[in-house]
């Protein structure tokens, strides 16, 4: 049985005037932080200000990078070239690794955000192109992707080190893929529920699929959101569920 396991979250979506999240508690609950790079949310000051709270906590750091999506929050399919998709990997690394070293924090992994995370888990020359933006920066970056996809292999095979990411909050079909999010039941809102759940993921090694078979999961990491209604208590649940059952909670970077 698993004893130890990450839990991540996407932070620092803020942009002007306009607030997303409540990142202060939520950074008091997770151990990694995937932060944006400004390409689907996020500014300068407001990046920032997430990432001296991760160094209060002690969270660990990720670039949260996306197409550039401002307007759709990075959630609709771009087909971008090869080698723009690349440079915008780069820039958005860049971006997060400048402001993270002047508060002394370090940038230890990419997790792609919404679209471009649920295209690259199967599309391979898009796949591969945010790889080569990740080893143009640093090879030591480790990459987080869904559990089971492609481009985890894909990324193995290029020397990266690969988290394997799970979603408390989603719901999974029978071959362990998540359930789309136009579909009746994708998302989970239950938070006694779905901690439960991630307790069977992290003790039995997956959870039960939408069709009520069990379902195996490898998950290093599992991503609990900070955006929508009850995901604070949500976060909390999983959490304290986990622990009480002696699971220790810490970023997969000390692994």
Known sequence: MVRTIDLNSDLGESFGQWKMGNDEAILAVVSSANVACGFHAGDPAGILHTLKLAKKNQVAIGAHVSYPDLV??????????????????????????????????????????????????????????????????????????LAGSNILRLAQEKGLKTIAEAFADRAYT???????????????????????????LVTEGGVESIEGKFTPIQADSICVHGDSSGALEMAKQVKSILQQAGITIRSFIHF
């Open 174 to 200: 029978a071959k362990g893929e998540l359930v789309s999010r136009r579909e009746t039941g994708a998302v989970l809102h239950d938070a006694t529920f779905v901690a439960q759940r991630m307790l069977q």
């Open 72 to 145: 759709g929050f990075g959630r609709r399919n771009m087909d971008l070239a090869s080698h723009e998709l690349t440079a915008d990997v780069i820039y958005q690394i860049g971006a997060l690794q400048g402001l993270a070293a002047s508060v002394g924090m370090a940038v230890s992994y990419v997790k792609p955000h919404g679209a471009l995370y649920n295209t690259i888990a199967n599309d391979q020359r898009q796949a591969l192109a945010v790889i080569d933006g990740i080893l143009a920066v640093d090879p030591g970056l480790a990459l987080v992707g």
